[in-house]
C-alpha cells in the first residue's frame, strides 16, 4: 500500500485535479457528449505526471476513484488501475508541450459525423467565424483554422505518430479522428474547455451550413 509521504507526485495536486475533472466532465457528459463510456479526460499534475479517466467508466458518473495517475510514457503509477484505451494520446501531448495542461476526448454526435464527412479531405476548413477567436493566440474572425481529421486505428502509437507529425507542421489545438470523436487541449481545464466547446460549435455550423447548401 503507498501513504501519501511515499507517492511520487502531490496528492493534494491530485485532488485538485480529479475534482476539477470530475465537475467539468459531467457537464460535458450531460450535453451527451460521451455516449456508452466513450470519451476520456485528464490533467497536467505537474511535470512528470497527470491525472487520466479510468479506462471504461461511465463519464456521467465519473467520482475520485475513476481518476488515476500515469506518467507522461503513460504508465499507471501507485494503482492496479487501468487508464484509459487512449492514454498515449493524451501523454503525448504533455511531453511535447510543457505548456499543455489539460487534455479533452469527447464523442459527440457532431464531431462524429463532421469525422466521416471531412476524412477524405483530411481536415475541416473553418474561415471567418467571430468564434475563431476562441481559440488562443487568434484576435479576429478573419482568419483560418484547419482542424486535421486522422484515420482511426485502435493501434495507439500509429495514431500517436500521426498526432506527432502533425504537431511538427502547425500550431494547433484539437484534431478529430474519423468515425471516432475530437481530441482538443489547452494551458488549463478553462482554456482546453473553450477549445472543445468552440470546435463543436464550429463543426456544427459546417454541417447546418453543408446541409442548406445541398
Ligand atoms: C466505448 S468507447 C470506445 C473507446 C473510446 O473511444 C473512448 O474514448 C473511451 O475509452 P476509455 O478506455 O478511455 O474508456
Ligand atoms: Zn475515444
Redesign the pocket.
Known sequence: MNTAASLPYDPQALAQCAGELIANVTELAARGWTP?????FSRRIDDRYAAI?????D?GRLVANDIMVVDLDGNPVATDL??????LLHTQLYKRFAEIGCVL?T?SQTQTVASRLYAGAGHVHLEGYELLKAFAGNTTHDTTVELPVLPNTQDMHTLAAQVDALLDRRCMWGYLIDG??LYAWGRDMPEARRHLEAFEFLLGCELELRRLRR
Not at 456508452?36 to 476520456?40: E, L, Q
Not at 487501468?82 to 492514454?87: H, I, N, R
Open positions: 456508452a463510456t466513450s470519451s476520456n479517466t479510468v479506462s471504461g467508466r463519464k487501468q487508464s484509459s484505451a487512449e492514454t476526448h464523442h471516432h470523436g
